[in-house]
């Protein structure tokens, strides 16, 4: 069955600091995966989109990893700003179904001063 | 880059009465898009599938009553929430594949939907 997992649920950090957020997934065959963002009551906002054949991306201070054999991607957010807090989502689209995309179930950020 | 925005942000109504929500790409075509309906603290559910020109293809447990989606134009997708009760208040998002790559999705500000 395609899953998408995320760790941790929640997480809380102060500004300026560094924190990375993790994302497993079992989806395969694999097409791309993404990161995005979700400001709580607007819609997700892409951040990166890696395939399997990309180890890295960057935006900003966002930088997305992926290890395609272990199945696993983390996003790095360096120098935390307050308005970082948000949702983080991770999506996967699997080869088979390009839209069909499978979301995680998302890692809540608190960046407090 | 491509835009998707939704119409209303919000909206507040009376049991019984239905709501119509609009998802437009703004500065590209979408022959398909998606509806999602999203609880606190949960991630995105997909509903249903909407076809321009053709019926939406509804996810399973999705009444199809109960949400009509119709695809009028390429740039337009409506979802109606028929016949609204408290239990239908959500957050509903649309999104749109974009021709940029396979997986590409954009998605609309999203609609806070509250049924009195």
């Known amino acids: 069955k395609n899953q998408v997992e995320q760790s941790p649920q929640s997480l809380i950090i102060l500004e300026g600091k560094n924190c990375t957020l993790q994302?497993?997934?079992?989806?395969?065959?694999?097409?791309?995966l993404r990161w995005y963002k979700q400001d709580t009551g607007r819609g997700p906002v892409s951040l990166t989109i890696m395939t399997f054949s990309e180890n890295t991306k960057s935006n900003g201070r966002y930088t997305a990893t992926l290890d395609a054999d272990t199945k696993q991607s983390s996003l790095h957010i360096t120098a935390s700003q307050l308005s970082d807090s948000a949702s983080y989502i991770c999506v996967v689209s699997p080869k088979t179904s390009y839209d069909k995309v499978i979301f995680g179930p998302g890692t809540s950020l608190s960046v407090i001063p | 880059g491509a835009v998707v925005s939704q119409h209303p942000s919000w909206v507040i109504c009376k049991s019984g009465t239905s709501v119509k929500i609009e998802c437009r790409s703004l500065d590209f075509q979408a022959t398909t898009m998606f509806w999602y309906r999203q609880f606190p603290k949960q991630s995105l559910m997909l509903m249903a599938t909407s076809n321009e020109g053709s019926k939406a293809t509804y996810e399973q447990g999705v009444e199809k009553d109960k949400f009509l989606i119709n695809h009028a134009s390429l740039t337009l997708s409506t979802l109606t929430v028929t016949s609204a009760h408290p239990e239908d208040s959500s957050f509903y998002i649309c999104?749109?594949?974009?021709?940029?790559?396979?997986?590409?999705?954009?998605f609309g500000e999203g609609s806070r939907l509250t049924v009195l």
């Open positions: 994302c497993n997934y079992t989806v395969s065959p694999f097409s791309n």
């Open positions: 999104s749109a594949p974009s021709t940029g790559g396979p997986g590409e999705l954009f």
